[in-house]
């Protein structure tokens, strides 16, 4: 009896075998990856496949894109098995992969040491893992990575990752991507788009019937190294499970590490408690004298309204008795204006009183005997000088009009016939010369005076008498004229 293929079966002997169910991978697609550049499709038989090559050659570089897509990132090792007997040397890393590093160079002048690769500018690269069953089912695993511009920096690397339950097939499936995510999503809408790897594994793992990441470490391990080294530490790290009693373990040592910690916090409080103790007493006299203080602050707050205050008051007194004093001032103002008032009209009558009486005669007799006293001096002062003049000359002074008269007119036929005697010198100015009036020109301007014997004359004895004066000649007779600056002077 046959059943269909999706009826359900009551017979364990007519279920699939485990042996069927199992995943076997039989496909490995690689477009540019490392120095494999455009697209490589390696088939795998299901009995398993050999890499045979010489170094160099690209064995390595498909077992890592196998590892790329199954270990996580964190734990991944690309190219372990060849730098397993040599530690030193650069590592291989997903940008010289999609770059295509082929080579390290070696700059002489400069001394660095600059990566050679195949692809420059924005590139992508694909990887894909199909796995199949004995039943037919297929799992492709499929991961992308690009890098756009001319970065090679791990942190530029983009990637994204896609489980299909179906065959998938790069050139077909990819044909024409241009690095924009969402246009692919939308064209391949059956398969499943991760952006994480966690996520990714997970949904892997449970197609494919793999537990944990157990597995995967230990097909890493496998396939990128020579030799398995310490076979306790690969048994425990890599095919047994961790035993419960660790974790119980690692919980003891938290407790008691809290436990230790909370002892320890309770000693140092202790001792916080002693040290500190002294000090309440000081912040209890700190508080007391905050608190006066701040009494004293309110007290000082208040001390300038206060002062206004007391200021306003007396000042208010002081206004009063201003007012006070004012008011009898006033009084005693008006009657001393009263008094004032009826002193000049007394006052007025005695003036009028005195100039019926003859007062105005003699305020004229008195004027007249200040102006006669006036023209007095001023005789006296005049006839002081002739007196100098006199003595100068050596002549006495006449004591009629007429003497005085001829005395005068021998002085001017002296000073119209020139020098006869120098004048002693007498203390005035040193800046000013002088000379009798009877020589002054009668031209304003000695540029424009006529050219006659009477002026150059006068001019050669203005020339003689420099810094002299007449002392002889009366104040009223002489006249200053600018310093002579001839050098016989």
Request: a positive charge; charged letters at 30%.
């Amino acid at each position: 009896m046959k059943h269909p293929d999706n009826a359900p079966t009551l017979f364990l002997s007519e279920l699939p075998t485990p042996r069927d169910e199992q995943f076997r991978m039989r496909r490995l697609q690689v477009f540019n990856w490392g120095t494999f550049t455009g697209l490589h499709d390696v088939p795998i038989a299901e009995r398993g496949f050999l890499f045979v090559g010489r170094s160099g050659s690209g064995k390595s570089t498909l077992l890592d894109a196998m590892s790329a897509l199954l270990v996580p990132p964190a734990l991944v090792d690309f190219n372990a098995a060849a730098r397993e007997a040599e530690r030193s040397g650069r590592d291989r890393s997903l940008v010289s992969y999609v770059r295509g590093a082929w080579a390290d160079q070696h700059d002489e002048d400069s001394g660095e040491v600059a990566t050679q690769y195949l692809r420059r500018g924005p590139v992508w690269s694909a990887l894909a893992l199909e796995y199949r069953n004995a039943l037919g089912r297929c799992v492709t695993l499929v991961r992308l990575l690009w890098i756009r511009g001319n970065s090679s920096t791990a942190a530029d690397v983009q990637k994204h990752f896609i489980v299909a339950e179906r065959p998938f097939d790069l050139a077909v499936e990819l044909e024409g991507f241009d690095l924009d995510l969402r246009r692919l999503k939308q064209r391949l809408a059956d398969v499943h788009h991760h952006d994480s790897f966690n996520a990714y594994a997970e949904r892997f793992r449970r197609l494919l019937g793999i537990g944990n990441d157990t597995a995967l470490r230990l097909l890493h391990k496998t396939q990128s190294a020579k030799n398995l080294g310490d076979l306790n530490h690969f048994l425990r790290d890599f095919m047994l499970e961790r035993p419960e009693t660790f974790a119980v373990a690692d919980r003891l040592v938290a407790e008691f590490a809290e436990l230790d910690e909370a002892h320890k916090a309770v000693v140092t409080a202790r001792e916080q408690i002693e040290t500190l103790r002294p000090a309440r007493a000081a912040h209890e006299r700190l508080l007391a004298v905050r608190r006066e203080r701040s009494e004293l602050d309110e007290l000082l707050a208040g001390m300038d309204g206060y002062r206004e205050r007391q200021r306003l008051r007396l000042l208010d007194a002081r206004l009063t008795e201003l007012d006070t004093l004012d008011r009898g001032l006033e009084g005693e103002e008006g009657r001393r204006l009263q008094s004032l008032e009826q002193h000049q009209r007394e006052l007025a009558e005695l003036q009028a009183r005195h100039r019926e009486q003859g007062g105005d005669r003699i305020e004229q007799l008195e004027s007249e005997r200040v102006d006669k006293s006036r023209d007095r001096d001023d005789c006296l002062r005049r006839r002081g000088g002739a007196e100098t003049a006199c003595r100068t000359l050596g002549w006495p002074l006449a004591g009629t009009p007429q003497g005085f008269a001829e005395q005068l007119a021998q002085a001017r036929s002296l000073l119209d016939a020139g020098p006869a005697r120098t004048p002693p010198p007498m203390p005035t100015s040193a800046c000013w010369n002088w000379v009798c009036r009877s020589s002054r020109p009668k031209t304003p301007s000695p540029a424009r005076a006529p050219r006659s014997p009477r002026w150059k004359r006068i001019r050669r004895t203005s020339r003689r008498i420099c810094r002299r004066c007449a002392a002889g000649c009366a104040p009223r007779w002489i006249w200053p004229i600018p310093r002579c600056r001839s050098p016989a002077s």
